[in-house]
């Protein structure tokens, strides 16, 4: 039972360079998220998506995207990356109330 | 909108002394209530979970923790801490947001150090 598969693992981007973060849940949850941690900040959400085609903001959505084309994907677009965007990145599904997560991608913008 | 608090940014307990780690939120009504764990480069494990009924709830690795209604309080607690436990603790609050979706808020998080 895999649950939430995030990749990659880690990556380094350069300024301006765009990439995609992959989000896949085998539970057939509705809800989906991504979550951002900074050091000393917790996580803030940054997109969430409620079912397949439907997506909303969270706390923090300036300078990504995502789209929910099946039940199981939910991957997050950076378009132009910034140093900024250097976090840990985690993406989580739930059904009912509890939630699963992700074992996270370490992006680092140089 | 839903917050919660942490006051605590790093806690430092000796092997086996007795743990408290706080928890305050912010609602309107009664949310759901989690404790999350974060060893060093992991993602988040779920220890415990408030929804109704005992307040008093118990979790995996002999943590619990005790909802507080009138003090808006959701401490966790562990009678002994093993070194195995020195990690990140996160608290949160499930509850709907004003768009009626279900969203889950962290708190900031509480570094537990275990000494030997």
């Known amino acids: 039972n895999a649950g939430v598969t995030q990749t990659p693992k880690f990556r380094i981007l350069k300024i301006g360079q765009s990439m995609t973060l992959q989000c896949t849940q085998d539970?057939?949850?509705?809800?989906m998220y991504w979550y951002r941690q900074d050091p000393g900040m917790g996580l803030k959400l940054i997109y969430y998506?409620?079912?397949?085609?439907?997506?909303d903001k969270g706390e923090v959505p300036n300078g990504y995207n995502v789209s929910r084309s099946t039940t199981e994907d939910f991957p997050l677009r950076l378009e132009l990356a910034a140093p900024s965007q250097t976090s840990v990145y985690f993406c989580?599904?739930?059904?009912?109330?509890?939630?699963?997560f992700g074992q996270g991608t370490r992006l680092t913008v140089v | 909108a839903q917050s919660v608090t942490q006051p605590d940014i790093h806690i430092t307990v000796s092997e086996g002394a007795s743990l408290e780690l706080r928890c305050n939120y912010s609602?309107?009504?009664?949310?759901?209530l989690f404790w999350y764990v974060q060893s060093p480069g992991q993602g988040l494990q779920l220890l415990l979970k408030?929804?109704?009924?005992?307040?008093l709830v118990q979790g995996i690795k002999g943590f619990e923790a005790e909802f507080k209604r009138s003090q808006s309080s959701f401490n966790l607690r562990k009678p002994s801490v093993h070194w195995s436990d020195a990690a990140e603790y996160f608290c949160?609050?499930?509850?709907?947001?004003?768009?009626?979706?279900?969203?889950?808020?962290f708190g900031k998080g509480t570094k537990l150090s275990v000494i030997p």
């Open positions: 949160a609050v499930g509850a709907r947001s004003g768009a009626g979706s279900y969203q889950l808020t």
């Open positions: 609602y309107g009504a009664t949310p759901y």
């Open positions: 998506s409620v079912g397949a085609g439907i997506t």
């Open positions: 539970m057939n949850h509705n809800y």
């Open positions: 408030y929804f109704s009924g005992d307040t």
């Open positions: 989580a599904s739930k059904m009912n109330t509890e939630a699963f």
